[in-house]
Nanobody, 125 residues
Framework: QVQLEESGGGLVQPGGSLRLSCTASDSGPSANIMGWFRQAPGKEREFVIAISRSGNNTRTSDSVRGRFTISRDNANTVTLQMSSLKPEDTAVYYC???????????????????WGKGTLVIVSS
């Protein structure tokens, strides 16, 4: 069982930037892939971005491509850098980890096994 702890959420103005961090309790195969999902009010949870253990491979959803980046700081820590934030980016952001990830055309199709409790990001003036 991998425990994930997120930090860095808060209130930011449209066009602003915010950084989220996530630390996993386990740096083994269950954390080969780490990434982020989000859930806006009244909507289903959606995939945002993910990164491999080496940091060489990333997967990004179309909705955030060019604005969000992810980095693998070490075996069990990732950072999500969000820029040019929009009100529609308002959501609870969940860190996720798993041995693998399956995506197609920026859409998540499975593989991640663990989620954190989430951190709230509000984009508003």
């Amino acid at each position: 069982q991998v425990q994930l702890e997120e930090s860095g959420g808060g209130l930011v103005q449209p066009g602003g930037s915010l950084r989220l961090s996530c630390t996993a309790s386990d740096s083994g195969p269950s954390a080969n892939i780490m990434g982020w999902f989000r859930q806006a009010p009244g909507k289903e949870r959606e995939f945002v971005i993910a990164i491999s253990r080496s940091g060489n491979n990333t997967r990004t959803s179309d909705s955030v491509r060019g604005r969000f980046t992810i980095s693998r700081d070490n075996a069990n820590t990732v950072t999500l850098q969000m820029s040019s934030l929009k009100p529609e980016d308002t959501a609870v952001y969940y860190c996720s980890a798993g041995p693998r990830i399956v995506t197609m055309d920026g859409q998540y199709h499975g593989g991640m096994e663990y989620w954190g409790k989430g951190t709230l990001v509000i984009v508003s003036s």
